[in-house]
């Protein structure tokens, strides 16, 4: 055994010492043409030789692979039968391939999962029986489905001695340009009685810290945020009226707050109640509207006004859907095709421009939709994933 590693050693030494490796391909173009693959084949070329490892293990050629690879969509929803939750990949929205189950390194407690968000290849999943209201210590982890790595993060910091709290968890990134490091953080709002705390985990710290906050009260009715736009949570703040709204969105790099325009729709709808959602509109922040027996949904979005400042703009109707009495949206991909769910619980994509939908394979309850791309992006203190209970 020890002599067959070392003439493994010894192919690995010769191969990086020989010209051109043996290949009759330039070093670029071959660079260029594992950028194309995907993350599967990767792993698997790692074993090559010692630079194909170290390749494949650069910051650099991870960074330009995850510019290479399209995003496609994930999904989390529970089961209507069993209540656990599922995560399911879908590789391509437009293809006929049925959703891919991915199993997560805590396979026996699928009642427990909830997924907070996707960047960059990289899921932050929060495992807690009890989603708003918990005492209880939860886990939280940082996972690549694609390398089959994760993290389980240290415990938070902020311990309430009261019983009834709330709080809400945002998954956030920021690009170091002078250090060429990648930051990858979670953010933690505590809410109880008018008081709230906030602390963020740093992946390159590894730790929790506190921050200072401004006086912000959170409408915590779930435990992740409403979305993430560009690497950034967005939260909603509490207001009085259904037909008002205020967000805030969490900026990575100075770990602070900042506050957007209200966007006060009462004069456009009527009636006292509508359906909302605040979604990543190819990579900007857009709110969607829906009106009780209203076939259509309507987009609004910020808009620059002279002077620097920008205000909620109602820009576009999407609908009717053919087919279709009522929908509402999951998610907006990145070539402009909407999924979306029915009154009946159907999941199905729609493609404005051509107006044609397509089914999508999945049955449950309380579904989220979000970007997911795959990568070979790895944080410090990554592990490997047990396989053992995977198909």
């Known amino acids: ?16 010492s020989s010209s051109d490796y043996n290949l009759f391909l330039p070093m670029d173009i071959i660079v260029d043409i594992l950028n194309r693959l995907p993350i599967k ?51 391509s929205p437009s293809s006929s391939e049925n ?12 009642r427990d999962l909830h997924l907070i968000g996707s960047i960059n290849g990289l899921l932050c999943v929060c ?20 390398t089959k790595l994760f993290k389980s993060l240290p415990p938070p910091t902020i311990k309430i001695p009261r019983r009834f709290f709330q709080f809400s968890l945002g998954f956030g990134f920021r690009f170091h340009s002078t250090t060429s490091s990648s930051d990858y953080k979670v953010v933690r709002i505590v809410s109880f009685k008018s008081q709230t705390r906030v602390e963020v985990y740093s992946s390159i710290s590894d730790c929790w810290r506190e921050i200072q906050v401004m006086d912000l009260r959170f409408h915590i009715h779930k435990l992740s945020c409403e979305v993430i736009v560009n690497g950034a949570p967005y939260w909603l703040l509490s207001t009085a009226s259904n037909h008002c709204l205020c967000f805030t969105w969490f900026d990575v790099q100075n770990e602070a707050f900042v506050m957007l ?8 709808y009527n009636g006292t109640s509508v359906d909302w959602k605040l979604m990543d509109w190819k990579d900007n922040a857009a709110v ?3 009106c009780p027996g209203n076939p259509c949904v309507d987009v609004w979005m910020l808009e620059d006004r002279c002077g620097g400042e920008s205000n909620w703009c109602r820009k576009f109707v999407i609908g009717p859907v053919m087919g279709v009495e009522r929908f509402w949206l999951l998610q907006c991909t990145k070539n402009g095709e909407i999924i979306a769910e029915d009154a009946r619980g159907r999941i199905f994509l729609y493609s404005p421009q051509s107006g044609e939908t397509k089914d999508i394979p999945i049955n449950g309850v309380q579904f989220r939709a979000f970007h997911y791309v795959e990568s070979l992006v790895s944080i410090k203190g990554f592990k490997q994933q047990e396989l053992n209970n995977q198909h």
């Open 288 to 290: 969607v509207v829906c």
């Open 41 to 91: 084949s990767l792993v698997r070329f790692r074993c090559v030789c010692k630079t194909f490892r170290h390749l494949i293990s650069n910051p650099t050629f991870i960074s330009s692979h995850l510019l290479h690879h399209r995003t496609t969509t994930i999904f989390t929803f529970k089961h209507r039968t069993t209540s656990s939750s599922t995560l399911s990949l879908l590789q």
């Open 261 to 268: 325009p209200a966007l006060d729709f009462s004069g456009f």
């Open 127 to 146: 495992l807690s029986n009890h989603p708003l209201h918990c005492h209880r210590r939860i886990i939280l982890l940082l996972w690549n489905p694609a």
């Open 1 to 16: 055994m020890a002599n067959q590693e070392r003439n493994t050693e010894a192919t690995d030494d010769a191969m990086s």
């Open 99 to 110: 959703p891919i189950n991915l199993v997560h390194p805590f396979p026996n407690r699928t």
